[in-house]
């Protein structure tokens, strides 16, 4: 299913995809209009759960899933806050994008932790505040690619509703480490970092 939508935060959808193939079942936190589901299912997870607290980018999803003539269970896309929806599930691959800033910081990636199942994977990739001098640094570097990327491919707008992240990239990893034992965290171009986790067995 090819969908050539891009923007900063879809450039990133390859660190979750690669898990794709592997999940029996995958949930996407604050879906917006599902284009990671989407993907997910296409890459081989044979259901997917979107949750997103926004009803009409839940609406977007559906439009789009039953564009593709996917319907549940294989796509599923639930209206709530992920702090207590979707209820009692949990997942192989738990995914969430520019949306951990939108959550208390270590409300949000226990709750993550808590979807993840035993040898599950965890993905996120977020945004954070300049707080360092090397935060500038890193984030004045991105500065000349974006432009020229930006320009040369176009830049999806998703619709949305965005805001400021609250905390800096230091509290991410910080928090992350104490919460995800194990976490892999990285900065990366585009002013994003991931963090990758896998659930302990045992």
Request: aromatic fraction near 6%; proline fraction near 5%.
């Amino acid at each position: 299913m090819a969908d050539d939508r891009w923007n900063h935060n879809t450039h990133y959808h390859r660190l979750a995809l690669r898990w794709a193939p592997t999940a029996r079942s995958a949930l996407d936190v604050g879906c917006g209009e599902g284009h990671l589901t989407r993907e997910l299912h296409a890459a081989g997870t044979p259901r997917v759960t979107g949750v997103d607290a926004d009803p009409a980018q839940v609406d977007r999803a559906r439009d789009e899933a039953r564009g593709l003539g996917v319907g549940e269970p294989a796509l599923r896309y639930v209206v709530g806050d992920v702090l207590d929806t979707p209820s009692g599930e949990q997942f192989d691959l738990v995914t969430c994008y520019a949306t951990l800033h939108h959550l208390d910081l270590e409300a949000g990636l226990r709750r993550l932790r808590e979807l993840t199942a035993t040898g599950g994977h965890l993905v996120v990739v977020g945004l954070a505040g300049v707080r360092t001098p090397s935060d500038v640094a890193l984030s004045a570097a991105a500065v000349p690619v974006a432009a020229v990327v930006d320009r040369t491919r176009g830049v999806w707008d998703h619709g949305a509703p965005m805001v400021d992240p609250a905390h800096g990239y230091g509290d991410v990893r910080r928090v992350a480490r104490d919460v995800l034992p194990g976490v892999r965290w990285r900065r990366h171009l585009y002013w994003r970092y991931s963090l990758v986790w896998t659930a302990p067995r045992g």
